[in-house]
Structure formats: C-alpha cells, structure tokens
C-alpha cells in the first residue's frame, strides 16, 4: 500500500461486498474484504433467486435496477474478464407482474415512463396468450392452502403488467465470484475463513476490526455489506441509534420443482395474487418463491448462524400448490425439493445505502431479499457516497445524488437513508 492509499475494509463477500470492493479498489483504495465463509457469494447470495426486474416503488430503486440491469447485460466487460473467465449471464427473459392491490400499475408505469422501461399492459387474454399454460383466474387476497376458499373457483380474471427486459442471472454465486476476482486485479485482499468479532473504534471514529484469531486489523474506513448478520455488525460499532427503519433477518424458502409444459423458458412470473414468484432454470427447472401474504406466518429470526437451513415439507407444499394453481399443468411432486435462505429485511422493504452515526462506518444493508440484481449499481453508489463523506460531503443534510452512465438519470441517496421517512408506497413485500 502507497502512504497516500486510502484503506478500507469490506465486511462481507456477498455479491454486494464484493462489488463494492471491486469500485473501490478501481477508484484506487486499499481494500481488504473479510468474510466467514470460504468464498464469495456463500451467505445470503448463495441461496438468492437472483430475479432482475424492474419494479419498485420508488424512482431511485428503479433507476438503479434499470442501470444495474444495463451492467449485467455487459458483465464481461464490466469485469475486465478474459475471454475464457467463466462470468454469470443474463437471461433476458421478461418480467410478467400480475396485477394486485400493492402494487400500483399505474404508479410503477409512470417510474417506467420517467426512466424509459419498455413496457406492456396486459388483460386476461392477452395474458392467456402469452403465457403458455397460465391460469388467470383472480384469487386476491392470498389464501393458505388449507383455506377452503383457496380452491374455489375464480369470479373475476387477471391481467399483468409485462416487460420484455428482465428475468434472471444464470447463477448468483458466480457472479460474486465474478466480482471477487475482478477486484482483485484491482489489487483487493480477501481474507476467507475470518470472522470479525470486534469493531475498533476511537471517541469519534472507526479503526479497524477484530477477528475471532484475534488478530486486529486497521483501517480508515469500513463497510457493513454483512448481509443477513448486518445487525450483528451495527451492535459490535454500537451504531442504529438514529435508524428510522428496523432491520431484522427473515429466513425464507424456494422450492425447486419442473417447469410447466412451455414455460421452460419462459419470463420471470410475479404472482402476488396467490402469494408466490416464479422463474425458470438454466436446465428446465422451476423455482417457486413466497412473497409474504399476509396470511402466512413471517419467519423473523433471531440468529441467521441458528436459522434450519433446510426447506421444509409445509411450506413446500403452500409454495408449489399456490404455483399450480397459476399453472395447471406444474407437477406437484410429493417429496420437498428447495432451499432455505435468510432475507436482512427493513421494515419498509427498501435497502440502507448510507454512512452511519459512526464516522468511518458505512452501511450496505437492509437489501430486504431485493436488491441481488442491484449488486453493481450498490457498488458503484457506495464507492461514490464513501469518497463524498470522506471529502468532507456531509451526506445527512446534503445527501449526494448520484447520475446514472447508463440513463442519464439522478440516483438521489436519499431514498435510501437510514433515516428516510418510512417509504410509504412500499408494497410491504418482497418486490419493495
Ligand atoms: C432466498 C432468497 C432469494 C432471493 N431472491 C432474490 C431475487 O430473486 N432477486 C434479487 O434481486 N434479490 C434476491 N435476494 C436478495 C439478494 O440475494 C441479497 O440482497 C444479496 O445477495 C445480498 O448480498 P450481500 O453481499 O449484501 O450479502 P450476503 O450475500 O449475505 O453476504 C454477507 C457476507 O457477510 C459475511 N459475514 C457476516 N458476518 C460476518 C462476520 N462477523 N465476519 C466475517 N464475515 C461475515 C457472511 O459470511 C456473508 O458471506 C434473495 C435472497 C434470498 C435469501
């Protein structure tokens, strides 16, 4: 490290840790990212869906997945990867999102206007035309599959609301992988293995951390991209006393089932109709995620370490059957198939992407299960907000915009403070 290299360590090698690491080492940082594990991409992105789409409920959320989106679809290049790297890719598929009470058609359509997403709007029979073997009956609100009113028949019928771009990336792990590697021809350090314990700190600001070998590491700042254990981190640094949102982990499933006859490729399915998403695999798979009806029991956790990591026969059984009911044709094996994973969900569903009360400690948290596909555009914001605030940018009453290369567009941080008034048009769910 030069005497004048600024040093920073990255707490996490998720794909968000390791995107951020990537940025800020290309902007020329001494950067050391820690990680328990034993590769990147092994806490919460291991078990992502990785679902890239388009709609959020607010401006900023959907520029940066639209300028996210842009990334992945030149990943290579965005790496600097040889031509032989083996680089995660976009599966361009679409995205149908049916339409429900939370989220807003004509709201979402109007972010789509503004920032200049393609989009269709669908009724039923264009939605049975579309989408092969779909069922558009409507069956809101969301029903447990023991509610006899689960199975009766539809009155009314459904439209959606599609995009042709969007869908998902090949494979989640790879792609922090991906971003590990490109940072570390940018020079970054990655110490597996190695579990923080300790935050050092003087009155005023961060010094480095502690690992549970004991040794100490210094350095100017540090970045919370803990995932799942983010909460752990902020009470080691003692900062959240000035959150305007809580952040808890939520341990969710997704199961693994065979595509319905035609959907083997077909686009990304938001169904919060019946209470599931649904998308396509590489090898004709399905998987089947929930999207937090209401009537179902949230699975807030206290300790991600303790969270039962695998899917269980219950909720396999409400996911797969809420997807057949859409689609008909799924086949509902009678052996559980999926995995378990943990969400660090705020309460309004939307990230923290922010300095904290502790100068020198920076936050990348909160990502609420959304915000996989926003991994490159996280690590370009916080490398930008980190160099602001260092520079003496005082990000709480003047938070820093940034403009998107791919759009052009304003990127104002402040819809993700950690001290933001509640986002109010937060569809309480998933799909933020
Ligand atoms: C089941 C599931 C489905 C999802 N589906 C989607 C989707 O379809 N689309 C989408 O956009 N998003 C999705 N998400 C969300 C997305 O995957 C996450 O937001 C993203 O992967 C978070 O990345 P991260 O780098 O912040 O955290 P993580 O990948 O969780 O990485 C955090 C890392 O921190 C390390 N760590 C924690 N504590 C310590 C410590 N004390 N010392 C050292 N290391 C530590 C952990 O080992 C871990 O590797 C999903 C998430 C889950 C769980």
Not at 207 to 220: C, F, I, M, N, P
Request: glycine share 12%; with cysteine; aromatic share 8%.
């Amino acid at each position: 490290m030069s005497a004048t290299m600024r040093s920073a360590i990255v707490i996490g090698a998720g794909v968000i840790g390791s995107s951020v690491a990537y940025e800020m080492a290309r902007d020329g940082w001494s950067v050391t990212v820690v990680d328990k594990a034993g590769a990147p991409g092994q806490g919460s992105t291991s078990s992502s869906s990785s679902i890239v789409r388009f709609n959020y409920s607010t401006f900023a959320g959907v520029v940066l997945a639209w300028e996210s989106f842009h990334i992945w679809l030149e990943w290579r290049a965005h790496l600097g990867a040889a031509q032989g790297e083996h680089v995660a890719e976009m599966m361009n598929l679409g995205v149908v999102m049916l339409d429900v009470p939370v989220m807003n058609i004509a709201a979402t359509t109007e972010l789509f206007q503004r920032v200049g997403i393609d989009y269709e709007i669908w009724n039923s029979k264009d939605l049975a035309a579309r989408v092969p073997g779909i069922d558009v009956g409507k069956y809101w609100p969301p029903k447990s599959i023991g509610d006899a009113g689960f199975w009766e028949d539809a009155s009314e019928s459904i439209g959606a609301l599609y995009t042709s771009d969007g869908g998902y990336i090949s494979d989640p792990s790879l792609s922090a992988v991906n971003l590990a590697d490109a940072a570390k021809r940018h020079g970054a350090h990655f110490r597996f293995k190695e579990e923080i314990v300790a935050i050092l700190k003087s009155e005023s600001r961060v010094l480095g951390v502690r690992l549970a070998s004991g040794e100490e590491l210094t350095a100017d700042v540090l970045v919370n991209v803990a995932g799942p254990w983010s909460s752990a981190l902020n009470k080691m640094a003692g900062v959240g006393s000035d959150f305007t949102v809580e952040i808890a982990p939520m341990r969710q499933e997704v199961h693994h089932v065979d595509a319905p006859p035609g959907m083997e490729s077909g686009p990304m399915i938001g169904d919060l109709d019946v209470g599931v998403y649904m998308r396509s695999t590489p090898g004709g798979g399905f998987l089947v995620g929930g999207t937090e009806p209401e009537c179902d029991d949230m699975q807030w956790i206290e300790n991600p370490d303790q969270a039962n990591m695998s899917r269980t026969q219950d909720l396999y059984d409400a996911q797969v059957t809420r997807a057949a009911r859409r689609f008909p044709d799924l086949k509902v094996p009678p052996v559980a198939k999926g995995i378990a994973g943990v969400y660090d969900v705020s309460s309004d569903w939307t990230p923290i992407y922010d300095r904290s009360e502790l100068d020198g400690f920076y936050l990348a948290i909160g990502t609420s299960g959304n915000q996989f596909k926003n991994a490159p555009g996280a690590g370009l914001i916080m490398a930008k907000l980190i160099d602001y605030v260092e520079g003496g940018g005082d990000h709480d009453t003047h938070p820093l915009v940034v403009t998107g290369s791919h759009t052009g567009l304003p990127i104002d941080l402040a819809t993700f403070s950690r001290k933001r008034q509640r986002n109010e048009n937060s569809s309480g769910t998933v799909m933020g």
